[in-house]
């Protein structure tokens, strides 16, 4: 996976957004990577475990692997512009 574009730019998930949706991104952006190693328990982005939280971290992944240009997610989607949304282990890339 190639990640590139915009290096202070991350995709997270609006506050407010109900858990159907949020399931829906994650079942979405994982389904399409193919990977959600880091939102599984033991992984590095597990904790917190809420939906927003595992749900943002699938939209980002999203994100960079689609060069930058997808953050919509039916609206659910906010770009945030220099604040890197990593904490503890877990490193939004």
Same mark, same amino acid.
């Not at 730019?9 to 407010?16: L, M, N, Q, Y």
């Not at 590095?44 to 919509?72: E, R």
């Not at 659910?76 to 939004?92: E, I, K, Q, R, W």
């Given at each position: 996976?190639?990640?590139?574009? *915009?290096? =202070?730019?991350?995709?997270?998930? @609006?506050? /407010?957004?109900?858990?159907?949706?949020?399931?829906? #991104?994650?079942?979405? %952006?994982?389904?399409? *990577?193919? =990977?959600?190693?880091?939102?599984? @328990?033991? /992984?590095?982005?597990?904790?917190?475990?809420?939906? #927003?939280?595992?749900? %943002?971290?699938?939209?980002?992944?999203?994100?960079?692997?689609?060069?930058?240009?997808?953050?919509?997610?039916?609206?659910?989607?906010?770009?945030?512009?220099?604040?890197?949304?990593?904490?503890?282990?877990?490193?939004?890339?």
């Amino acid at each position: 996976m190639v990640f590139l574009g *915009l290096p =202070d730019t991350w995709c997270v998930a @609006k506050p /407010g957004i109900p858990d159907s949706a949020l399931q829906e #991104i994650i079942d979405f %952006s994982c389904g399409i *990577l193919k =990977d959600s190693s880091k939102i599984q @328990k033991h /992984g590095s982005c597990f904790l917190p475990n809420t939906l #927003i939280s595992h749900a %943002s971290i699938a939209m980002n992944l999203y994100y960079k692997a689609d060069g930058y240009y997808n953050c919509d997610f039916n609206g659910a989607g906010l770009v945030v512009v220099v604040t890197n949304p990593s904490f503890g282990d877990c490193v939004y890339i």
